[in-house]
């Protein structure tokens, strides 16, 4: 197992247009994790799945961004209309363990630098 | 609410030195785990270490110490003999009933020969 994989690692795209970011988890994890990370800041919490629910959604996840796990494997983030505001890294995590099991070591991927131009 | 502060914005350390970098938290809850994280360059955020709130002795990891104290509400890191590849970000992080990590600003610790 190679860890948490992240594609792609960077991204350019012009304002207005969609981009879909993906994740795969360590095998067998089946919690994963979106984060988003901007310059000089902590990482901040997007969304959480539990295998294929998605269980907590930040207020930061505007109407634009959507999270999936359909097969509680790989995960997909797309963010639509995109503006110079989303310009950050995008940071996927997983880890394993049962529900409600609070303390479970998350494992990062490299990320997916967005830039918004 | 639930905060983590960083109040350190950058450290120098020589190598081969120990080094404390600094993190309080605020949260009612009195179960919660907290935890370290190092982000070198290429943006990996790679586990440190953890503590949680009911554990009676300080975590180790190597040369990494978490020291805690509850009545302050301080989860402060200690590397021990400092290696030029510890050069990085660190962040120091909280979980409660869900896994998910709230971050604080993070301290870029330079490590000098």
């Known amino acids: 197992d190679t860890g948490v994989s992240q594609d792609p690692r960077h991204k350019i795209t012009k304002r207005g247009q969609n981009v879909t970011f993906r994740c795969d988890p360590i095998?067998?994890?089946?919690?994963l994790y979106w984060y988003r990370q901007t310059l000089g800041q902590g990482p901040e919490f997007l969304t959480y799945f539990q295998n294929e629910a998605q269980l907590e959604k930040s207020r930061l996840l505007s109407d634009r961004f959507s999270a999936e796990r359909p097969k509680g494997s790989f995960s997909t983030l797309e963010i639509q209309r995109t503006e110079q505001g989303d310009s950050a890294m995008y940071l996927c995590a997983s880890s394993s363990g049962p529900q409600r099991a609070p303390y479970t070591e998350a494992f990062f991927g490299q990320g997916t630098r967005l830039t918004v131009v | 609410a639930q905060k983590i502060t960083q109040t350190q914005p950058g450290m120098f350390v020589q190598e081969k030195e120990a080094v404390t970098l600094d993190c309080t938290y605020d949260t009612s809850d009195p179960s919660y785990g907290l935890f370290w994280y190092k982000q070198p360059s290429s943006g990996e955020m790679i586990f440190l270490i953890y503590?949680?709130?009911?554990?009676?002795q300080n975590a180790t990891e190597g040369r990494y110490s978490l020291n805690f104290q509850k009545a302050r509400k301080s989860a402060n890191l200690v590397i021990s003999a400092s290696q030029l590849g510890d050069s990085a970000m660190y962040f120091c992080?909280?979980?409660?009933?869900?896994?998910?990590?709230?971050f604080g600003t993070g301290t870029r610790l330079q490590v000098f020969p």
């Open positions: 503590q949680g709130s009911y554990d009676q």
């Open positions: 095998s067998e994890h089946n919690r």
């Open positions: 992080a909280m979980n409660h009933n869900t896994d998910k990590l709230i």
